[in-house]
């Protein structure tokens, strides 16, 4: 069965302090793995889009890699304003209509 | 124009009300989505129009009933619903098994 597994559940950081979040999958034939961030009461915003082993995509303080088996989202020097819960989905290639989504992590930073 | 706009933002209503969610998206995508989202869950897959045409239902109970009138339109009719269907309501869409743009949602509570 596909399924994702994000950790840690919860994660607090002071201002500047650099770290990871995970996230594990499996799924039969990987067309693709998404990370999203959503703020509370919104929708989930695109960050970005991982196809293939050893891929990597940044995006100001964001930076995410690809695995066989997982793929992090480092997050250098934060800000309070990337508080919020980041969301990892992977889509199978056997049914492209689907996002099969983690239960993502909370991340709160604070000054 | 890179959004998928959401209407109502907020809605109430009562257990015999029939009311509906309205999602509009004018890039030119050809799937759409119902996501149900609890608080502090990931979002849940209910339906998926592709190409116009209901290609997923999640086993949704009959209350909720989906409508694509066009393809950049997509409505979620909703009937004698019940306190536990209070939730956040997303639509998205993409390209056909690409990723997703999702709305900001409809908050929606039933009493």
């Known amino acids: 069965e596909d399924q994702v597994t994000q950790s840690p559940e919860a994660l607090r950081l002071q201002e500047g302090e650099s770290s990871s979040l995970n996230c594990s999958y499996t799924v039969s034939g990987l067309r693709g793995l998404f990370w999203y961030r959503q703020d509370p009461g919104k929708g989930p915003e695109f960050l970005f889009t991982l196809y293939s082993a050893g891929e990597e995509k940044e995006k100001e303080r964001l930076k995410a890699t690809l695995t066989k088996k997982e793929s992090f989202l480092h997050i250098t020097a934060p800000k309070p304003e990337d508080s919020a819960t980041y969301l990892c989905?992977?889509?199978?290639?056997?049914?492209?209509?689907?996002?099969?989504f983690g239960t993502g992590t909370r991340l709160q930073v604070f000054p | 124009d890179t959004e998928v706009t959401q209407t109502p933002k907020h809605l109430v209503m009562g257990m015999t009300n029939k009311k509906s969610l309205k999602c509009e998206q004018h890039?030119?995508?050809?799937?759409m989505y119902w996501y149900k989202q609890k608080a502090k869950k990931p979002p849940e897959l209910m339906f998926v129009y592709s190409y116009e045409k209901l290609s997923i239902n999640e086993s949704v109970p009959s209350r909720f009933s989906p409508e694509c009138p066009n393809s950049s339109l997509l409505n979620l009719h909703l009937h004698a619903l019940q306190p536990e269907d209070s939730a956040l309501y997303l639509c998205?869409?993409?390209?056909?098994?690409?990723?997703?743009?999702f709305g900001s949602g409809t908050r929606l509570t039933v009493v």
């Open positions: 998205a869409s993409s390209q056909v098994g690409d990723g997703y743009t």
């Open positions: 989905a992977v889509q199978a290639w056997v049914d492209t209509d689907k996002l099969i």
């Open positions: 890039m030119g995508h050809r799937a």
